[in-house]
């Protein structure tokens, strides 16, 4: 089967997402750039960015070829409300939707609720092993943090406070926000990624976990984090939590490795060797419909 996956950008987490997929999928998969196309005659088109459907040029294009099943993808919150108004305003939308991928039950719950004749199919990101090889940890004990929404700064200040070096991938505000190509060295470089999001659904998938995981890293994070694979002894309830679980990681070499090997089984089950099955089988239940 011929797919065309539709993404956003040519950079950035969400190309990666896009390449894992198209790596390990037994179809024929084209990645295209915000660009629907009836190049190379695909059978079938997700718009991985769910959000990318909703633009005029992609809904023109599918609506004068509704002979090609579409779907689409939720994957955080800026891109389910697009949907959500997308759907309301087009009544035939769902002649040209197929079904959504959601990720996860939280999205899949609200999804329902809101586009309740649309078909779900449940599946997650991944990472791919190959760019996030595991690397040994740095000698001296090391946080990382990856925000991307800011509210970084005011969290920096309060982690130095806890005595520990930091390495910062910015915040895309303040701080000079890193290139994706740039992530793998930026794992490398920490023994522990540090993330004060109060929801997922702050994290589209929770990419940056799953390439910490594959790295060697551990991660922690607030309680009120909605993942299936997120290990729970690793979700805190408050900063106190954090900090004392930073403080044991740091002098307890048995904890930290098995943390390690905690997540890395983790990165292991979420590879993209792994899961693309998952998508494989919704692109093709999509078809079918």
């Known amino acids: 089967m011929r797919v065309q996956i539709i993404v956003d950008c ?17 179809h024929e998969v084209d990645i295209r750039i915000d660009n629907a196309s009836t190049d190379g005659n695909p059978d079938f088109i997700q718009f991985l960015i769910g959000g990318a459907l909703t633009g005029e040029k992609n809904t023109t294009f599918m609506r004068n070829h509704k002979e090609i ?6 994957s955080g919150p800026i891109t389910y409300k697009a949907l959500v108004n997308w759907f309301a305003k087009n009544p035939d939308s769902r002649k040209i939707v197929k079904g959504a991928i959601v990720l996860g039950e ?3 719950k609200i999804f329902r609720r809101d586009i309740p004749n649309v078909r ?4 997650e990101v991944g990472v791919d092993s190959t760019i996030f090889p595991r690397k040994p940890p740095p000698n001296q004990f090391t946080i990382g943090y990856a925000e991307k929404y800011g509210f970084g700064d005011v969290y920096v200040k309060l982690l130095r406070t806890y005595g520990y070096p930091i390495v910062w991938a910015g915040d895309g505000k303040d701080k000079p926000r890193l290139k994706f190509s ?15 999001a109060v929801e997922l659904t702050m994290r589209p998938g929770g990419l940056m976990y799953l390439e910490a995981a594959a790295t060697g890293r551990p991660s922690l994070a607030k309680k009120t984090l909605t993942t ?19 403080h044991k990681l740091s002098k307890d070499a048995e904890y930290y ?12 089950s979420r590879d993209y060797r792994v899961i693309t099955k998952e998508y494989d089988d919704a692109f093709e239940a999509m078809v079918k419909t």
């Open 182 to 196: 740039e992530m793998p060295a930026f794992y490398e470089k920490i023994s522990v990624l540090v993330d004060n």
């Open 10 to 26: 040519d950079y950035g987490a969400m190309h990666h997402w896009a390449s894992g997929i198209a790596k390990y999928s037994k």
């Open 106 to 108: 939280e999205y899949e």
């Open 257 to 268: 490795n098995r943390a390690v090997e905690i997540w890395s089984k983790v990165a292991e």
């Open 69 to 74: 099943p579409c779907g689409v993808c939720v």
């Open 120 to 123: 779900l199919y449940q599946a």
């Open 228 to 246: 299936e694979w997120f290990p729970q002894e690793f979700l805190c309830s408050d900063e106190d939590e954090i900090k004392l679980k930073l």
